[in-house]
């Protein structure tokens, strides 16, 4: 049974999740747990910054702490601090615990996905291991590529850095990201099997109940869940992100409907007109009394400058009056 964890190795969670969640996994070998991309920190310089000296070692003396709740303008305060490193503590990580650098996650992201599409769950997890013992341990730079290729060595993923340099996977990469946001991720670390979704680092009682109620997934066909994928992309404003998703559906079904519908949606959001008009003038063509087709068709021949055809569409659509 396959369970997905979508985490940044830069959240201080991801790894007192893991540390929770190998002790509840135990040696149960019925569970295959893949690491999958999210990003907290978009605004992240391409270069490595240092943090402030307060983060050099663990203050442990603080009378009152906070929960940390988001690293997306920069790392936590020192009281944030002090409360992840007793829960870090608590979860047999240390003996110091806290990042020195604010760094770009992308390329130690890209070096998990590609353990995992090379050596499988047990490289990958391998690698997730050694990541976050350097970056939030040792206080590593993982985001030098130097650093990342020495990182995977010890991990048992000797060609990692190699593969890192290389573009080959960058499009599955993007994809999984893709992925995680049509599947309503985020925050870092929140587990995904199926429907079943549990955010945080949460607690070991909880994740137990959680991990032994998983049921076996239903078997969906790729082409099913990318197209479920696309439309929530959709309805999050990302119709190029959509587009990733669904244009190799698009290619391998160019005839069906509700794909070609998605895409024509999708093209339309993205402001590629002409490709919306082509799948909009099929969807008409495969089905006449489809309403909602002739309504895509209209738009998108207003927005060409065709305004005298697309509101013929419009009223086929039984839209009286010209929205645009």
């Not at 303008?73 to 990580?93: K, N, V």
């Not at 769950?121 to 650093?147: C, F, K, R």
């Amino acid at each position: 049974m396959r369970m997905e964890v979508w985490a940044d190795v830069i959240s201080p969670w991801t790894f007192i999740l893991k540390r929770r969640l190998d002790d509840a996994l135990g040696n149960r070998d019925d569970i295959e747990v893949i690491w999958r991309p999210v990003t907290v920190d978009p605004t992240a310089p391409e270069r490595a910054v240092p943090l402030v000296e307060n983060f050099l070692s663990t203050p442990m003396d603080t009378a009152e702490v906070e929960p940390y709740t988001t690293i997306m303008e920069g790392m936590p305060t020192a009281r944030q601090q002090t409360y992840l490193a007793r829960i870090a503590a608590d979860a047999g990580i240390g003996p110091r615990f806290g990042a020195l650098w604010r760094i770009n996650s992308d390329a130690a992201q890209r070096l998990l996905h590609l353990a995992y599409t090379d050596g499988g769950p047990t490289v990958q997890n391998d690698v997730m291991e050694t990541l976050l013992q350097s970056y939030h341990v040792a206080g590593d730079d993982i985001s030098d590529h130097d650093v990342l290729a020495s990182i995977a060595r010890e991990a048992g993923f000797p060609g990692g850095g190699a593969l890192l340099d290389g573009d080959l996977t960058m499009r599955d990469y993007h994809e999984q990201k893709l992925r995680g946001q049509g599947l309503g991720v985020e925050a870092s670390p929140t587990i995904v099997h199926h429907d079943h979704v549990l955010k945080g680092a949460v607690n070991e009682e909880d994740l137990t109940e959680f991990l032994n109620a998983l049921p076996e997934p239903p078997e969906v066909p790729e082409e099913r869940e990318r197209l479920r994928l696309a439309e929530s992309l959709l309805r999050q404003r990302n119709p190029l992100g959509a587009l990733t998703l669904v244009e190799p559906v698009l290619a391998e079904h160019p005839e069906q409907s509700d794909i070609l519908e998605v895409a024509a949606r999708a093209y339309f959001g993205s402001a590629q007109m002409n490709k919306a008009r082509a799948l909009a003038e099929r969807l008409v063509d495969q089905n006449p009394a489809d309403f909602y087709a002739h309504h895509l068709l209209g738009r998108t021949l207003v927005r060409l400058g065709r305004k005298q055809e697309g509101q013929r569409h419009l009223r086929l659509a039984g839209e009286d009056d010209l929205k645009d």
